[in-house]
């Protein structure tokens, strides 16, 4: 089976984006993307590739008849939609069984758990979960799958945790901040699975590369398994800036989600997120429940994809800082754009192939910041 036509709605957002990056560059397979996003709504990054054509389409008022025909000719449809147009994954699939498409990628994307609240023997499960399990119950009981004329991926992940948009959620993206605060729900040593989003991108591009691997199949993608204690550790050893805990017992958990009112006014309004799922994510988390055992994941399904763990993803953020603080140096002088040109792609080559050895990234970063020292000293004294 080849799938080489792909049409990806929510091609602008944050997940849409990254898998669109990734089709546009795979190196294993040409592919030809239709992207598709929201009438008036941001182009995509990758917008400008020459396997790339951008189409907006109203999502919410488009029917099965006419989905059919805009995906005539497509092999699969990987859908990157959240919020209210995620119900419009039903006629997307719907017509994309009427026009032969061959493989459907819900937009599944995440772990899913059932909060029990105190004294209640009842579970419980937040809206925005139910949502996801309800169209993931629907795609693979699509009447296409069940004829054998369509197949499914589902494809499970990590807390993305390089979210730039999250203050909340990630604060270790956030720059020119003096300090940082790792908001935390129970216990801060407790590991949980996290996700790059790029990383994400290239798995979703792998299961489209190698077909026959991921037909049918449920897979998990996490980057790593560590704990917020970790990350405050790491956090201060590479930023060299003070990281704080804010650790909050489960019983605020309970509390927020039964008042989403209740929570810390610092938290509210903060996130494209619901006050209450935070809490609930954080809860999990901090009561060790947010992670999946080995058999559950699938990163060894294609090893070509490394994971970009903690490690990785800090020195990736000062790597960029370092790239803004010489553009703003070049900005600022008229001179000498070359050397800052040779110092902003060092510090891209880090951010792009950085290993996980400690020295190696001190001694890369220490090179940088000689370079950029000199070149500084140099458009000075010109």
Not at 101 to 117: A, D, L
Not at 194 to 213: M, N, Q, S
Request: glycine letters at 6%; aromatic letters at 8%.
């Amino acid at each position: 089976m080849s799938l080489k036509n792909i049409a990806l709605f929510g091609a602008n957002g944050q997940i849409g984006s990254s898998v669109l990056k990734a089709l546009a560059e795979c190196k294993t397979q040409d592919f030809n993307i239709l992207a598709i996003i929201a009438p008036d709504s941001p182009s995509p990054d990758s917008a400008s590739s020459k396997n790339v054509t951008v189409k907006e389409i109203d999502l919410l008022h488009t029917s099965r008849q006419e989905m059919a025909e805009v995906l005539k000719g497509i092999d699969a449809v990987v859908s990157a939609l959240n919020g209210p147009v995620l119900d419009a994954q039903i006629s997307i699939q719907d017509g994309a069984a009427d026009a032969g498409v061959k493989r459907f990628i819900p937009s599944e994307y995440g772990m899913h758990h059932i909060y029990r609240k105190p004294n209640d023997p009842q579970g419980y499960m937040h809206p925005l979960w139910d949502a996801k399990n309800r169209l993931n119950e629907r795609a693979i009981l699509q009447p296409a799958i069940k004829e054998g004329k369509m197949s499914y991926t589902m494809i499970g992940c990590g807390d993305f945790y390089n979210q730039d948009r999250e203050k909340v959620w990630c604060p270790w993206t956030q720059k020119d901040v003096e300090e940082y605060t790792l908001h935390v729900i129970g216990d801060p040593d407790a590991k949980a699975d996290y996700t790059h989003i790029d990383d994400f991108g290239r798995y979703v591009t792998a299961c489209l590369c190698e077909p026959e691997k991921s037909e049918n199949q449920h897979l998990n993608f996490p980057s790593d398994h560590i704990s917020h204690t970790e990350i405050k550790q790491l956090l201060e050893k590479y930023s060299g800036k003070k990281v704080k805990l804010d650790t909050m017992g489960e019983e605020k958990m309970h509390e927020v989600v039964a008042d989403p009112e209740s929570a810390p006014k610092e938290l509210q309004n903060q996130s494209s997120f619901p006050v209450d799922f935070w809490f609930l994510v954080k809860g999990m988390q901090g009561s060790g429940r947010f992670w999946r055992p080995r058999g559950m994941n699938h990163n060894d399904l294609f090893a070509e994809i490394k994971p970009t763990v903690s490690l990785r993803l800090l020195t990736w953020l000062l790597s960029r800082d370092l790239t803004d603080m010489i553009h703003r140096l070049l900005r600022r002088t008229s001179g000498n754009a070359s050397r800052g040109l040779e110092i902003s792609q060092i510090a891209q080559t880090i951010s792009e192939n950085i290993e996980d050895k400690y020295t190696m990234i001190q001694r890369m970063l220490q090179s940088i910041l000689f370079l950029l020292f000199r070149s500084s000293a140099s458009l000075l004294r010109q």
